[in-house]
């Protein structure tokens, strides 16, 4: 069904999406050629994470974060793995604390702050839940949070338009450095883009603050102030 949706016609952009810069929001539009890199990209670091065919991974995202988190999505399409939904909210956290009692989760993407709030009142106790899972890319409000709950958590990070995912064995944050430049200006994030897209941005203001630690192998690593999304 996916290969026979991809000969129908089409929109000519991907979608538009909305990033909060200081108290206002910036609208910006995606393009079907950057959002075919940024799944990519997203795969070539979901597979140097150990993903494959058959892994199952929990994603707690909202519909609204398809920019950033689409591109995770289509790529564990594209490996194999198998992805199950929750909501971000602690209302659905039963629903995450499900998944984890009854399958053999092996990542979850997105877990954030709500949700962590939400499992704490539950039995059996997260860190019981998370113990068998081997990654975890939370949300900068949950970082903290689980320090030696689970046995690895990385950060999952919304950079402006840009995404920010850890990976194992590695230092900070990677963004994709065939997209975007990432400085640090007076200790915020500031991002452009450096290939053409359907928007450009010039130094946005991202309200992330952390500093720039290295460009190499494809990606800007950068290191997040505690609490600095």
């Given amino acids: 069904m996916t290969d026979a949706a991809g000969v129908l016609p089409r929109p000519p ?4 999406a909305s990033c909060q ?3 206002n929001f910036f609208d910006f539009e995606i393009g079907w050629d950057e ?6 990209w997203a795969e070539s670091l979901l597979r ?3 993903l494959g065919r058959g892994d199952l991974v929990l994603i707690t995202i909202s519909q609204w974060e398809g920019p950033w988190t689409t591109p995770v999505v289509r790529a564990l399409r594209r490996i194999g793995a198998t ?4 909501e971000v909210w602690s ?14 989760v ?6 954030g702050g709500d949700t962590i709030t939400g499992l704490e009142t539950e039995q059996p106790p997260i860190n019981q839940l998370l113990q068998e899972v081997e990654i975890v890319w939370a949300r900068p409000d949950a970082l903290d ?5 689970a046995p690895q958590v990385l950060p999952f990070v919304k950079v402006g338009p840009a995404l920010g995912l850890g990976v194992p064995g590695q230092p900070g944050v990677l963004v994709d450095a065939g997209e975007w430049a990432i400085e640090s200006e007076n200790g915020e994030l500031v991002v452009s883009n450096v290939r053409e897209r359907a928007a450009s941005f010039d130094r946005l203001a991202t309200g992330v603050r952390g500093s720039v630690r290295s460009a190499g192998d494809g990606a800007v690593t950068i290191e997040l102030e505690k609490n600095g999304a």
Avoid at 106 to 111: M, Y
């Fill in 91 to 104: 209302f659905d956290a039963r629903r995450t604390s499900m998944f984890l009692q009854r399958l053999p």
């Fill in 48 to 50: 140097s994470a150990g």
């Fill in 35 to 40: 959002f075919e890199r940024d799944v990519d």
């Fill in 21 to 23: 810069v200081g108290p």
């Fill in 106 to 111: 092996k990542a979850i993407f997105g877990l």
């Fill in 83 to 86: 992805y199950l939904p929750a």
């Fill in 13 to 16: 952009l991907f979608g538009i």
């Fill in 145 to 149: 949070r689980l320090s030696g709950v």
